[in-house]
Nanobody, 127 residues
Framework: QVQVVESGGGLVQAGGSLRLSCAAS????????MGWFRQAPGKEREFVAT????????YYADSVKGRFTISRDNAKNTVYLQMNSLKPEDTAVYYCALSYCSGYGCYKTYPREYDYWGQGTQVTVSS
């Protein structure tokens, strides 16, 4: 089994920064893409960012492009989401997910394509 655990959420003022971490553990027996999603109250879960196994391919939602940066450290089985210039509309529970994906450059953007999910970490941005 694979476990995915997020950390790093919290309360921050608008314009501030946070860095989320996501650690994968267990039998990750193949190459996998990692992704971040978020869900605000009363809204559907939405894609935020994804990164390929190699780290060389990334993709972002338009709403976070230029403000958020996804990265990974495969030696630590950890992916990060650096969030800068945060806005109140970024307030949500942020989820990390793992998707088995063939090829070092493969990444996924739809929730249904992911195999394992974390429990989520709350990010609140005050105005």
């Amino acid at each position: 089994q694979v476990q995915v655990v997020e950390s790093g959420g919290g309360l921050v003022q608008a314009g501030g920064s946070l860095r989320l971490s996501c650690a994968a553990s267990g039998r990750t027996f193949s190459t996998y893409a990692m992704g971040w999603f978020r869900q605000a109250p009363g809204k559907e879960r939405e894609f935020v960012a994804t990164i390929s196994w190699s780290g060389g391919s990334t993709y972002y939602a338009d709403s976070v492009k230029g403000r958020f940066t996804i990265s990974r450290d495969n030696a630590k089985n950890t992916v990060y989401l650096q969030m800068n210039s945060l806005k109140p509309e970024d307030t949500a529970v942020y989820y990390c997910a793992l998707s088995y994906c063939s090829g070092y450059g493969c990444y996924k953007t739809y929730p249904r394509e992911y195999d394992y999910w974390g429990q989520g970490t709350q990010v609140t941005v005050s105005s």
